[in-house]
């Protein structure tokens, strides 16, 4: 049997492949231009998590360092933040003194003792917080001295027994039973 | 252009990951020991001891010390540069009040990197005495010493560079009693005993 048909349809046609041909018709490809699907907007929206992604990454980077900074700057900051706010009584007091020159040069006698009384609880506050300034480094320094005792004295109770019998302790001793 | 998308978005995820990761690791080289593993000790302790100086106290207190003062121009040297020291000491009455796993947690922190054991003494009837250096570079980072007595258990913890001569000649200056550890202090004219 010739096949040219069922190859490419040259050669003489076969009854039953065209019978074949005629079940299958509508199932034949048909070029058509592209319908896209409605949904097509999930793709889009795809689009946006590498830009959402790279943004939490930058965020947490920057959540980071600043817990690192501030870690590491706490300490700093607050000695700077006490340091602060010892000024600002001055520039106050500066201020409320100048306040009362000019008040004084301009007969206005009720804002005086306004001025008086600021600089004053000012003054009386900067001693306050001087005065427990001072106290706290009184404590810390007891604190300190404490501290540094017991590390060296555990320093040298390691460094005696590493090194055996204690040469001082025994001569000691050996006064006390002399 | 799946495989790209996944580079895009894993790398800087990734390499956030490392710096976090680098940065943990450095702060925890050079961070105080965590000694609120202890604090459940206190009440039965006859004597506790818990002494946390900051940066800032440190400096505070470093500006009393005065210059004039031999013995007190030699503490200020030492605590110069200094960034924290941090004490516990629990004095007890009876022996096994505090058990090896109390121990073992500040043991544990002082195997991190960057911790070496100096010194290791152990004695079955006075317990063990243990100092640790943390290197930070070829600079001394910090100190731990960790003594475990029958009746005592005591962790200092120093932060910065210390000086360990300096420290050890501490004892038995500025009014502290003398235990007779190695006595540096050369006699004075003064000194008829």
């Known amino acids: ?178 | 252009m799946k495989s790209l998308f996944q580079i895009n978005t894993t790398t800087p995820l990734l390499v956030v990951m490392l710096v976090l990761a680098t940065a943990f690791t450095a702060h925890a080289q050079s961070s105080r020991i965590q000694m609120s593993s202890l604090d459940h000790l206190a009440p039965k302790a006859s004597e506790t001891v818990d002494v946390t100086i900051d940066e800032r106290l440190m400096k505070m207190a470093a500006k009393l010390f005065s210059d004039k003062d031999a013995d007190e121009k030699e503490v200020k040297e030492l605590v110069a540069g200094l960034k924290g020291i941090y004490v516990k000491s629990f004095e007890f009455d009876t022996e096994g009040q505090y058990s090896a796993a109390d121990v073992e947690s500040i043991r544990t922190q002082l195997r991190a990197p960057g911790w070496t054991r100096l010194l290791n003494v152990t004695s079955k009837r006075e317990g063990s005495v243990e100092v640790y250096m943390l290197m930070d570079g070829e600079q001394i980072g910090g100190l731990a010493v960790l003594s475990a007595e029958d009746k005592e258990l005591t962790v200092v913890n120093i932060i910065g560079p210390v000086d360990l001569e300096k420290l050890a000649k501490l004892e038995g200056q500025l009014g502290v009693p003398d235990l007779g550890i190695e006595t540096t202090k050369p006699k004075t004219k003064n000194d008829k005993n």
Do not use: C
């Not at chain 1, 949904?39 to 959402?52: D, G, I, S, T």
């Not at chain 1, 943004?55 to 980071?64: E, F, G, P, S």
């Not at chain 1, 900074?69 to 300490?75: K, S, W």
């Open chain 1, 1 to 178: 049997m010739n096949e040219d048909y069922l190859w490419d349809k040259s050669g003489e046609p076969d009854p039953e492949i065209q019978q074949l041909e005629e079940i299958l018709r509508p199932l034949r490809y048909r070029p058509k231009p592209l319908a896209l699907p409605a949904n097509l907007a999930v793709h889009q929206r795809r689009r946006y998590f590498p830009m959402l992604a790279i943004a939490a990454t930058v965020l947490l980077a920057l959540v980071a360092a600043g817990l690192w900074f501030r870690l590491h700057a706490g300490n700093k900051s607050q000695s700077q933040q006490a340091n602060v706010t010892n000024p600002q009584p001055a520039l106050e007091q500066k201020k409320t003194s100048r306040d009362a020159i000019v008040k004084n040069a301009i007969p206005a006698p009720a804002a005086n003792p306004i001025a008086g009384n600021n600089k004053h609880r000012n003054r009386a506050a900067f001693a306050i917080l001087k005065q427990r300034e001072r106290e706290e480094a009184l404590a810390a320094k007891e604190q300190l001295m404490f501290a540094l005792r017991l590390a060296s004295e555990k320093l040298n109770l390691a460094q005696r027994k590493t090194q055996g019998a204690t040469p001082a302790n025994q001569i000691k001793n050996q006064h006390r039973v002399g």
